[in-house]
């Protein structure tokens, strides 16, 4: 059974770094480019961040260039996001996501996705 399982959401202050981690199971990891994106409270889905199958090339969207750094330990099964000067638009569920072979920033073209965890910027 193919499973992603994020975790590290939960409330953090204006200006806070949390890491997000992405735990992997039932398919071949470093088989697969791997994601990140967002939902914020009554919006869509927004691609974040992607990196390919052995971490070698990153993607960023624009406005989190220099403050998300997406990153991933094929040892583990594990994908992270290190997230930094974060602002109160970054409150959001934030799933992880999965492209067989190929590199994807449009969430219709994901093979896998977890079930997401929330950060909520906030004081």
């Known amino acids: 059974e193919v499973q992603l399982v994020e975790s590290g959401g939960g409330l953090v202050q204006p200006g806070g770094s949390p890491r997000l981690s992405c735990a992997a199971s039932?398919?071949?990891?470093?088989?697969?480019?791997m994601s990140w994106v967002r939902q914020a409270p009554g919006k869509g889905l927004e691609w974040v961040s992607t990196?390919?199958?052995?971490?070698?090339?990153?993607y960023y969207a624009e406005s989190m260039k220099g403050r998300f750094t997406i990153s991933r330990d094929n040892a583990k099964n594990t994908l992270y996001l290190q997230m930094s000067s974060l602002k109160p638009e970054d409150t959001a569920v934030y799933y992880c996501?999965?492209?067989?072979?190929?590199?994807?920033?449009?969430?219709?073209?994901?093979?896998?996705w977890g079930q997401g965890t929330q950060v909520t910027v906030s004081t």
């Open positions: 990196l390919t199958w052995n971490g070698g090339i990153t």
């Open positions: 996501a999965s492209k067989k072979f190929m590199i994807a920033t449009s969430p219709k073209d994901y093979d896998y």
């Open positions: 039932g398919f071949t990891f470093d088989d697969y480019a």
